[in-house]
């Protein structure tokens, strides 16, 4: 990855934290810290349900999979520009079908997982299709409405969906029935789906999708399919939060109409706000706290809600770049510019006071 | 691309690591609940959110229950731990899990909603070593075509239950056209059933179904659709719809002209402590619950209730106190040992309560309350609104008089099936048609 392929005076979001980022200047040992960081997470996330009760496996397990939705806004979002508000519509388009398919429909839970994704995948590509060619607040709108419509069918269309009522009784597969197999099989998706997205971000089609953010008008010059990109980012980012809607389901054995409402939608891009917009960790980070906040906090405190708007505010107004963001400008920076002797700080910190500047 | 390399080796190790964890075997697994120390019951009841003040009513009347009757039963201290799912099924299964896997609850009760209701039912059907007592969920299904046994209506309705009587009711008044106005959700469709089947059975025709989504703000464009030339008008709206429904019904020169019944929800305490003004004075409707009826166990209650909160409990509030009642006269016949779940269950299934501010009150073979209906008119008394009972329909089944197995053969009410063709004659009614033989 080299540093050189965004512009240092962007006010954009930032990219990924340059993890592993050759930091020039600095001792060898400085570029392993993050791995060594990163590592100690993912032992961490394994040996989680060993450390905790059952009720924090679970709180765990909706992180994983809050956080691969707020990843699939993030892809779209921090990476392509395309602020949505209707993507929990897509998670419900797959935890939808997948409950129709194993209840009513009575297909095993295997082929209907894939069948599931399948309906999310041709509804995400619809919905891009109609979504793509708008921008900035009309994009937003058109996801609204696309949302809204999937929450439409979800409690009118009784017969299907359950109405008000949901479905009852989705299946976990076999091998995960318990809270903490099933938390391992959360883990293990979500880490193959996470790779994945990381992956597309580095990968060509993923520079020319920051592109799209930074300078939409130009790139059709630079001979680049600019819809067509925006509709598969669309499509893909719809299948990951599919993949999330599909553990939602089996997680709560339950699919209602409040988990494809606009608020959950609104919710899904909070977490990707909260982390930090265009950065891998920071969805996990803003869906554990807004996770949190909401079913532990909740206990102790009547006025979770307000107490989830304050955080949001605070965030927004002092950490415009998310819990993340801010942990790289205010901690990571000053760790790197003390070891290399302050002129050289690392290029995400470069980048982030040009940001700071522009705001 | 290396990083992306490294990241996948990272990920198979992750993988083998986890693999390797799953082998190992499960992480100790506490579970709460036993022989001897305090009985832990979680509460799931919506304080929050849309239909906040119903819960709060619902806690509300939990907690008076065991502040009047002490909270030790044959020995044993019941700790209460209260959770709110603010109207959410999905937070309601978290709520519930939360409080068995936290707070080591054996015993759950609530939720308000339909919706958390099955939700709810659903997560105790998949642990039957806990008990659920449902005393406000009055989803038809929960105690008909999907019945969770340990998921049990102490205190409980069903939806369609109070509203049989009504539709007989209605015809014997002399209704034969009649308009009803229905929330739209499930709800509204069950109750509105309730109504239809037992009034086409007796002939009566329903010229208009309407239904009116839940937040409906003017009901003015709803009531402009009644026909002037119809006998009656059945209505049930929910929570903050009622006040704006009667008030939009006197507005409109409705009352007092044109006929009304209503069903319980309509015209309930949480509606009629806000209105201030005789929208609802003198109005009809059929419900489980009647504040003004005249028992010791209903003027105790309400008495009690007023002395704690400062006002006359709603339905909420006296299905919780029920469920309470329920609970400890179970744990007392168990003399303080309900570790047996299957027993636990058996003995809340077999109680009859010989009066509770419903009434009397048991369950059938299916789960379903067996309860008064009463026929109510609104009456002020001492500055206050209350429902006063006209009507007793004791003991009512939650089939009516209909047979059971015809009854659950046949589809729960919903907005296409309202029971209006059903049953085709006398050979469906278990006992007493009553048809007046002009079908």
């Known amino acids: ?11 954009a979001p930032r990219d990924e934290e340059g993890a592993g980022a050759p930091v020039h200047g600095a001792p060898p040992w400085l570029g392993r810290v993050k791995w060594l960081v990163l590592a100690g997470i993912v032992v961490l996330a394994l040996a989680w349900p060993y450390l905790v009760s059952s009720f924090y496996v679970g709180m765990g397990t909706q992180a994983l999979f809050y956080g691969l939705f707020a990843l699939s806004i993030n892809l779209l979002a921090g990476y392509g520009g395309m602020v949505t508000l209707g993507q929990a519509g897509l998670l419900g388009t797959a935890g939808y079908a997948l409950a129709i398919l194993t209840t009513s429909a009575g297909l095993p839970l295997g082929p209907a997982m894939v069948a599931a994704l399948g309906v999310c995948a041709v509804v995400s590509a619809f919905f891009g299709l109609l979504a793509v060619r708008a921008r900035g607040t009309y994009f937003v709108m058109i996801t609204l409405a696309e949302g809204m419509i999937i929450w439409g069918i979800a409690v009118r269309w009784q017969s299907l969906t359950g109405g008000d009522n949901g479905i009852t009784s989705v299946p976990r597969p076999a091998f995960a029935l318990e809270y903490w197999q099933y938390y391992y099989f959360v883990l293990a998706v979500v880490a193959v789906c996470t790779l994945l997205i990381g992956l597309l971000v580095r990968s060509p089609f993923g520079l020319t999708l920051r592109g799209i953010r930074e300078a939409e008008d130009r790139l059709p010059s630079l001979g680049y ?9 669309f499509t893909v980012s719809g299948v990951f939060a599919g993949v999330a809607g599909l553990l939602l389901a089996m997680y709560n054995n339950f699919f209602g109409p409040s988990q494809v409402f606009f608020l959950a939608s609104a919710e899904g891009l909070l ?49 415009p770049d998310g819990l993340v963001g801010a942990w790289i400008r205010v901690v990571w920076s000053r760790v790197v510019r003390r070891v290399t002797g302050s002129g050289r700080a690392s290029a995400p910190a470069v980048r982030n006071e040009g940001g700071k500047e522009a705001t | 691309m290396s990083n992306a390399i490294r990241l996948l080796a990272a990920t198979v190790v992750a993988g083998a690591l986890a693999a390797g964890a799953v082998a190992c075997g499960a992480p100790n697994d506490s579970e709460g609940g036993g022989k001897s120390g305090p009985l832990k019951v979680g509460l799931i009841f919506p304080t929050s959110g849309n239909v906040a003040a119903s819960g709060t009513d619902m806690l509300h009347g939990w907690q008076l229950y065991w502040k009047v009757n002490g909270d030790t039963v044959a020995g044993r201290k019941v700790e209460s731990t209260h959770e709110d799912d603010a109207g959410d099924p999905t937070t309601a299964l978290t709520k519930a899990r939360k409080l068995v896997e936290q707070n080591g609850a054996t015993t759950l009760a609530g939720p308000l909603l339909a919706s958390s209701g099955y939700a709810v039912a659903d997560y105790l059907k998949s642990n039957p ?27 409980g309705w069903n939806s369609s239950s109070p509203v049989h009587p009504a539709g007989e009711w209605a015809y014997q008044q002399g209704w034969r056209n009649v308009v009803t106005l229905c929330q739209d959700y499930a709800f509204g469709y069950e109750s509105c059933g ?33 026909p002037k030339d119809v006998d009656g008008v059945f209505v049930t709206t ?16 409705f009352k007092g002209k044109v006929p009304l019944i209503t069903n319980e929800t309509t015209i309930e305490q949480s509606t009629l402590r806000g209105m201030h003004g005789d929208e609802a004075l003198g109005l009809q409707s059929f419900g489980h619950y009647a504040e003004a009826r005249e028992s010791p166990a209903t003027t105790r209650f309400v008495s009690e209730f007023k002395k704690a909160y400062g006002q006359i409990p709603s339905y909420y509030s006296c299905a919780t106190y029920t469920a309470a009642q329920w609970f400890a006269e179970a744990v007392k016949q168990l003399d303080g040992d309900i570790s047996d779940t299957d027993k636990f269950r058996a003995t809340l299934q077999r109680i009859q309560l010989k009066d509770t501010c419903f009434g009397p009150m048991r369950l059938d073979d299916h789960g379903g309350a067996v309860a008064n209906s009463y026929l109510r008119k609104v009456e002020r008394r001492d500055g206050a609104l209350v429902n006063v009972p006209e009507k007793t329909y004791p003991q009512l089944s939650q089939f009516w008089r209909y047979k059971p197995e015809d009854f659950l053969a046949q589809p729960v009410y919903t907005r296409k099936y309202q029971g209006a063709d059903w049953p085709k004659s006398c050979a469906s009614y278990a006992s007493d048609c009553g048809l007046e033989g002009s079908r």
């Open chain 1, 1 to 11: 990855m080299s540093t050189s392929a965004s512009t240092p005076e962007t006010a």
């Open chain 1, 271 to 319: 977490m990707s706000i909260l982390g930090g917009v265009g950065t891998m960790t920071g969805a996990f980070v803003g869906a554990s706290v807004v996770v949190y906040v909401k079913q532990f906090v909740s206990s102790y405190v009547d006025r979770w809600m307000t107490l989830l708007g304050v955080v949001f505010v605070l965030v927004v107004v002092l950490a």
């Open chain 2, 194 to 226: 309730g109504f239809v089947n037992t009034f086409t059975d007796h002939g009566g025709k329903v010229v208009k179904q309407l239904y009116a989504p839940l937040g409906t703000s003017d009901y003015t464009s709803y009531l402009a659709q009644i």
């Open chain 1, 225 to 233: 399919n600019v819809g067509l990109h925006k509709l598969v980012a």
């Open chain 2, 129 to 155: 070593n806990l008990v659920g007592l449902n005393p406000v969920a009055s989803s038809d299904d929960l105690s008909q075509r999907k019945r969770v046994d340990n998921y049990i209506k102490t205190g």
């Open chain 2, 238 to 253: 929910v929570g903050a719809d009622s006040p704006r429904f009667l008030r939009a019904w006197k507005q409109l020169g």
